[in-house]
Nanobody, 125 residues
């Protein structure tokens, strides 16, 4: 079993930055891609970013390109999401997510094998 533990959410003013962390515990060698989704009230869960654990290839949702950066520290089994130039529209619960080898690309909630508990990000003045 794999557990994903998020941290780093909070309240930030428009234009500010936050750094989210996702620490993976358990059978982490089974993971292939790790990433983030977000969900705002009344909206569908949206793909944010993902990274291929072994080679570092990254993917981003359209509205996140140029502002968000995903990275990982494999020695710490941790994935980070650096969020810059935050806007009120970025307000959502952010969920860490992971899949396994042979699973579809981690861009759709159906491709997620493991979910974190979520961390609230609020962008407001």
């Amino acid at each position: 079993q794999v557990q994903l533990v998020e941290s780093g959410g909070g309240l930030v003013q428009p234009g500010g930055s936050l750094r989210l962390s996702c620490a993976a515990n358990g059978r982490t060698l089974s993971l292939y891609m790790v990433g983030w989704f977000r969900q705002a009230p009344g909206k569908e869960r949206e793909f944010v970013a993902a990274i291929v654990s072994n080679i570092g290839t990254t993917y981003y949702g359209d509205s996140m390109k140029g502002r968000f950066t995903i990275s990982r520290d494999n020695a710490k089994n941790t994935v980070y999401l650096q969020m810059n130039s935050l806007e009120p529209e970025d307000t959502a619960v952010y969920y860490c997510a992971a899949n396994q080898a042979g699973w579809p690309t981690l861009k759709n909630p159906r491709a997620v094998a493991y979910w974190g508990q979520g961390t609230q990000v609020t962008v407001s003045s």
